[in-house]
């Protein structure tokens, strides 16, 4: 693992990237349960098919952000996809620094402050 821990800073920028939002069968429960709402109905209104067709993905509003991103905030941040969890430390692509603004922080505060997960 790095010796450093990227602490974002809730620009919400990657909740504005067009593309998919991928969400795992797993996740999708969770999230209409969180939601109140039944599982079927989460998918029929908040999922759709994944642009390589592979599994489902969070929709998007016609400016192409996410369809659970409420202002600065995500609708259902506890319970969010992997995908969304997972960036950018464990997962990113070449030239991600200049898109987001996670802030280098040692991985020891990191843990400490509970971070990691
Ligand atoms: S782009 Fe980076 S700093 Fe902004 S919300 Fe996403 S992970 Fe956080
Ligand atoms: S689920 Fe939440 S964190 Fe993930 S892209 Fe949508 S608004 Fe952003």
Redesign the pocket.
């Known amino acids: 693992m790095s010796d450093v821990w ?1 602490q ?8 504005k990237w067009p593309g998919d939002v991928r969400v795992e069968s797993y996740e999708i429960e969770n999230i209409a349960k969180f939601l109140g709402m039944e599982t079927q109905a989460f998918i029929d209104d908040f999922t759709r098919l994944r642009m390589n067709r592979d599994g489902l993905s969070l929709t998007e509003k016609d400016n192409h952000e996410c369809i659970m991103l409420d202002g600065q905030d995500c609708r259902i941040n506890s319970v969010k996809p992997k995908q969304c969890r997972g ?2 430390n464990k997962w990113n692509f070449p030239g991600w620094q200049q ?4 802030k280098a922080i040692p991985i020891k505060k990191a843990s400490e402050l509970g971070l990691i997960k």
């Open positions: 990227y974002c800073d809730r620009c919400t920028a990657c909740c960036f950018p898109v987001c603004n996670a």
